[in-house]
């Protein structure tokens, strides 16, 4: 076993794999953080109202707020389905 | 000036009370006036860990509580001169730790004129894991090379960033120190473990450690004995390393690579 093991020289590689998922996720976690606690509820009820006017999915609606040194930007984007 | 240092980590289990009783250990050691606080109420295990759980009478919330002084809770380690241990209580409820009381406590203990004071925190971003960091000057983040350990490393860093008093008062941030423990150069080497790197790469923060995967931290806690008075391990020359960078000396990095093992050995060695 261990003569094998003595050639078997090939890397398992997950840690690699582990990085990148970090990677991905942790921009993802950052980038919500210090937003306000009343955004997602927010973004649930703005949903709803869209909803009666028009079919849109859940991803498709996004709301931030950005901060710069004078004032904050509510930004609420929505993506309409393409006309057919 | 005495400094507060935070030992947190967000995930249970990736070592916070060994490496705060080597830390608090290693400070005394060194001729600071130390007292290490357990704050993880209704899980009491620092003493253990310190081998004065036969000398607990007083706890925190007694303190905190009015029944209790602080010099009669205060443990005085029996190794080290300068170093004493602040139990917690076992009661279950998790809101008696109240930050004004914990304030009360820690101002009592600047008057006492402790150098350092190391508040070992509890697992998660709760209420007793945010009473154990809010009043820190400086954060020990300890992070296993593995996803989840990594990922609430960065969440605690988020928190300490936001919910801190120094945060915010807007004051000058916590000083914020990543110790890497359990970490395998083996397995690093053979890349099934995330490297000292990838983790430093993504929570950017100074490293002040790495502490390799050691048999001698389970033998330190099962004779209660800090494992930096284990000389002879690596984890004990580690975690001296990490209090002499602490403190501001520089000290190059050991124990990343695997210990070169002979022939013989790779042939008929035990893989452990």
Do not use: W
Not at chain 2, 135 to 161: C, K, M, W, Y
Request: proline share 4%; aromatic share 4%; net charge neutral.
């Amino acid at each position: 076993m261990n003569l094998i093991a003595l050639f078997r020289r090939r890397p398992d590689g997950s840690a690699a794999i582990a990085k990148e998922r970090l990677q991905i996720i942790l921009a993802h976690e950052r980038s919500d953080r210090g937003q306000p606690e009343f955004l997602p509820r927010l973004q649930q009820e703005l949903m709803a109202v869209i909803a009666k006017y028009v079919k849109v999915e859940q991803e498709n609606i996004n709301v931030t707020v950005q901060h710069d040194d004078t004032r904050a930007i509510l930004e609420i984007n929505v993506e309409l389905p393409p006309k057919h | 000036m005495t400094k507060v240092v935070v030992v947190t980590s967000g995930k249970g289990g990736v070592g916070k009370t060994t490496s705060s009783a080597a830390i608090g250990t290693g400070l005394a050691l060194r001729g600071h006036k130390t007292v290490i606080i357990d704050f993880d109420v209704g899980l009491r295990n620092l003493d253990l860990i310190m081998g004065c759980e036969r000398r607990v009478v007083f706890d925190f919330v007694n303190v905190i509580n009015g029944d209790a002084t602080l010099s009669q809770a205060l443990i005085k380690d029996k190794r080290v001169e300068n170093l004493h241990v602040f139990p917690t209580s076992q009661t279950r409820d998790k809101d008696a730790l109240t930050m004004s009381g914990v304030e009360r406590v820690l101002d009592e203990l600047r008057e006492l004129k402790f150098d350092y004071i190391v508040c070992d925190s509890p697992a998660g971003i709760e209420h007793g894991a945010v009473a154990a960091l809010y009043f820190a000057d400086e954060a020990i983040v300890v992070t296993n090379p593995e996803v989840s350990s990594v990922r609430d490393s960065d969440r605690i860093l988020g928190i300490l960033a936001s919910k801190s008093r120094r945060a915010q008062r807007g004051e000058e941030p916590v000083h914020e120190h990543l110790l890497l423990t359990r970490y395998s150069a083996d397995r690093v080497e053979r890349g099934e473990m995330l490297t000292v790197k990838d983790v430093n790469d993504i929570l950017a923060i100074p490293l002040i450690g790495v502490i390799p995967e050691s048999p001698a931290v389970l033998k330190a806690s099962n004779m209660g004995v800090p494992v930096i008075h284990d000389q002879e391990s690596l984890a004990g020359q580690a975690y001296s390393d990490a209090v002499a960078r602490f403190l501001g000396e520089k000290r190059d990095m050991r124990f990343l690579a695997p210990p070169r093992k002979g022939l013989l050995h790779k042939l008929f060695g035990t893989n452990a």
